[in-house]
C-alpha cells in the first residue's frame, strides 16, 4: 500500500477534521502517500484531488466543517458512476480509500466496492449517531452540547415567561440527539421517532400534559424536545395546534444546522483521532468493507452491511429515566 485517499460525505459533523488529521499522519508516519478527494463522491467523479502534507493538517483538530469540503452525490449512485470513480482511483494510483460520512456514504462505498479492487475503510461521521456498530459517530457529542446549550438559554426565557417551548432537533429519522438533549435540559416531554414507531403521538394527551404540568405547579416553563420529521408540519405547526388546543402560548424552536456546526468537544475529538489512525492500520493489513468502530472503549472493524441492517437502539436507560419525568407530572396529586 503506497497511496491513500480520503474524502467526507454527506451531512459535514465536526471532528471531521480531527479524523483527517489523524489519517494524514499516521500515514506519513507508516510512509504513505495521503490524498484528500474533495466535495464527497463527487470529487471522485471530477478527480478533483491534493496531495495532503502534515502542513495541512496543522490547526484543523477543534475546526468544525470540513476542509475536504462535503456533498451528497447522485450521479455516483449509478453504474456509470461508479466505474468513472474506480477508473479516476486507478489513474490516481491510489490503493486504499477511506470514506467518511453516514450510512449513505457506507451505501456509497459498498455500491464502488463492486466496480473498484482497491482497498476501502469507512469511519462513521454523523451528528445524528444512527451508525450500528458503534457506540458513538463522530460529531454527535459536539451536536448534543450544541443543541443543550440552545436548550439551557430557552430555559431561562421560558421561566421568566412561564411559556411553553417545543425544540425541533436534528437527527433525520432517529431520536439520539433528541433523547439525550432532553435528558440533559430536564425537559418536561420528548417526541422522538423510537417512541411512535407507527404514528405521531395524540395531541389529546400532549395538551393534557402540558396542562397538567401547570395545573399542579402552578404557571410554569415547560420544555419539549422533538425529533425532525416526527410531526407532519414539524414544530411550528404542533405549536399551533398546542396552543390552539389548551389555550396556552406555545413557541416552536427549530434548532436546524447550527447543530452541525462548531469546535467539536474532547470525547469527538478523541474518537476522531483513534479512529482514523486505526483506519491507517486497518488498510495496511489489507483489510476492506468496514467500518471503523468503538464500543466499551474497544475499536471494532464492522462490515459496512451490519452499519445499517437494522436501526440502532436507544440507550433503555435513558428513556426509562425520561418517561419517569414525564410519568411524575401525569400520576402526581395536584396537593396545592
Ligand atoms: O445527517 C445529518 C443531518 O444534519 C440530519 O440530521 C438532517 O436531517 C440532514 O442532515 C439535513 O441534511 P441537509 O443539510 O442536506 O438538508
Redo the contacts with the bound molecule.
Keep these: 500500500m503506497k497511496r491513500i485517499a480520503m474524502l467526507t460525505s454527506?451531512?459535514d459533523a465536526p471532528g471531521m477534521n480531527a479524523a483527517i488529521r489523524a489519517i494524514v499522519l499516521a500515514s506519513h508516519y507508516s510512509g504513505i502517500q495521503p490524498l484528500g478527494y474533495q466535495h464527497g463522491f463527487n470529487g471522485l467523479l471530477e478527480q478533483e484531488y491534493r496531495y495532503l502534507g502534515t502542513e495541512d493538517v496543522y490547526n484543523i483538530i477543534q475546526r468544525g466543517g470540513t476542509i475536504l469540503k462535503s456533498a451528497?452525490c447522485q450521479p455516483f449512485t449509478t453504474p456509470e458512476g461508479a466505474r468513472l470513480a474506480a477508473s479516476n482511483l486507478n489513474q490516481a494510483k491510489v490503493d486504499g480509500l477511506i470514506i467518511i460520512g453516514?450510512d449513505g456514504s457506507f451505501h456509497g462505498a459498498e455500491h464502488l466496492s463492486n466496480y473498484w479492487n482497491g482497498k476501502i475503510v469507512g469511519l462513521p461521521g454523523?451528528?445524528?449517531n444512527d451508525i450500528n456498530g458503534t457506540d458513538a459517530t463522530i460529531g454527535y457529542y459536539t451536536a448534543i452540547d450544541t443543541a443543550l446549550e440552545s436548550i439551557d438559554k430557552v430555559r431561562d426565557t421560558a421561566d421568566a415567561f412561564e411559556r411553553i417551548f417545543l425544540i425541533e432537533v436534528?437527527?433525520?429519522h432517529a431520536g439520539f440527539i433528541g433523547l439525550s438533549a432532553a435528558v440533559c435540559s430536564g425537559a418536561e416531554q420528548v417526541l422522538l421517532p423510537e417512541l411512535y414507531p407507527d404514528a405521531p403521538p395524540e395531541l389529546d394527551d400532549l395538551a393534557e400534559h402540558i396542562q397538567r404540568a401547570q395545573k399542579i405547579r402552578g404557571k410554569c416553563s415547560y420544555i419539549m424536545v422533538m425529533s425532525?420529521?416526527l410531526w407532519p408540519g414539524g414544530a411550528t405547526d404542533l405549536a399551533n395546534q398546542l396552543k390552539a388546543r389548551t389555550g396556552i402560548e406555545c413557541r416552536p424552536v427549530i434548532l436546524g444546522?447550527v447543530?452541525?456546526g462548531g469546535s467539536p468537544v474532547s470525547l469527538d475529538r478523541m474518537l476522531a483521532s483513534k479512529l482514523g489512525a486505526y483506519a491507517v492500520e486497518a488498510l495496511l493489513a489489507g483489510k476492506t468493507g468496514i467500518m471503523i468502530g468503538e464500543r466499551n472503549q474497544q475499536l471494532v472493524e464492522v462490515p459496512f452491511q451490519q452499519s445499517w441492517n437494522k436501526p440502532k437502539a436507544l440507550d433503555p436507560y435513558l428513556v426509562k429515566i425520561q418517561r419517569q419525568v414525564f410519568d411524575l407530572v401525569k400520576n402526581e396529586n395536584n396537593t396545592n
Excluded: A, L, V
Design positions: 454527506g451531512g451528497r453516514g454523523t451528528i445524528d436534528m437527527g433525520r425532525e420529521n444546522h447543530q452541525r
